[in-house]
């Protein structure tokens, strides 16, 4: 045993022998290292990908979503790696994501991030409408996103007096909707009126949700023909209660006669 440890002992003191040890030994590093290094690269990543082309303004549904395992080498830029940061989200007003494509932080955003998200925020069987507004009607920007308003209507005959009319030559004025709830109030550009308050801009459009009844019924009313219908909205102090009321009609006088003068075609498919 003894004469082992002084022949181990000789061996390691050769200068030579130390010296090949060592290119030995940096050449298994060198080895390790690079595997290390190549497996990194090559080895796959799972990551979330597009299954369909999801628009802009679109939530991401798990649906929509696919798994491809990607070398990780290939992963550029702010590519989303987690499933869980996609599912949920929305894709940007200005940005379309294709079919097979990966999803990029950028291009991804929760919904309170999303501009004009208020939009998105009203109740199934509702639709957008625009309503055309000046300063004036609005009582010099008094009509502000999240409150409430009344819609007014204003018809006035403008078929020939020798002709038959319903109304004659009365101009018929009365609240028509109650408890609209505002959405957002924009100017020419579409800009938000209220998004800098430093930067004074001119409202030109009040956006709503109402049921499609009540939608159909405003459609109506902006082309009675042989009628001059103007909408006028009101502002309520229904914000202040703690349970504010649907909207509803508030004249079935009005509404009758728009639907009495008018008509609506129902498009149905083959």
Known sequence: MGNMSVAIKKFLSNKNTVTVLGIVAGIIVLYIGYNIRVNSKLNPIAIPYAKQTIKPKTKITSDMVGIMNVPRDMIRGDVITDQAQVVGKYV???????????????????????PDSVLLEYPEGYTLYNMQVTMESTYSNM????????????????????????????????KLLQNVKVLAVKDSNGNDVFEDLDDKKTPALII????????????????????????????????LQANPDEVSISSTEIKDFINRVTVWTETTTQ
Do not use: W
Not at 99 to 108: A, D, I, K, P, W
Not at 152 to 171: G, L, Q, R
């Open 92 to 114: 940007i007003n200005d940005s379309v994501v294709p079919e097979g494509s990966l999803f990029y932080t950028r291009c991804v955003v929760p919904k309170d991030q999303l």
């Open 143 to 174: 009509i502000l996103p999240k409150n409430y308003m009344d819609v007014y209507v204003k018809i006035t005959n403008n078929i020939d007096k020798d002709a038959t009319s319903t109304i004659e030559d009365k101009i018929m004025v009365g």
């Open 208 to 239: 709503f949700a109402i049921p499609e009844e009540y939608h159909i019924l405003l459609r109506k009313t902006e082309y009675l023909n042989n009628y001059s219908a103007e909408l006028i909205p009101v502002p309520t102090n229904a914000s």
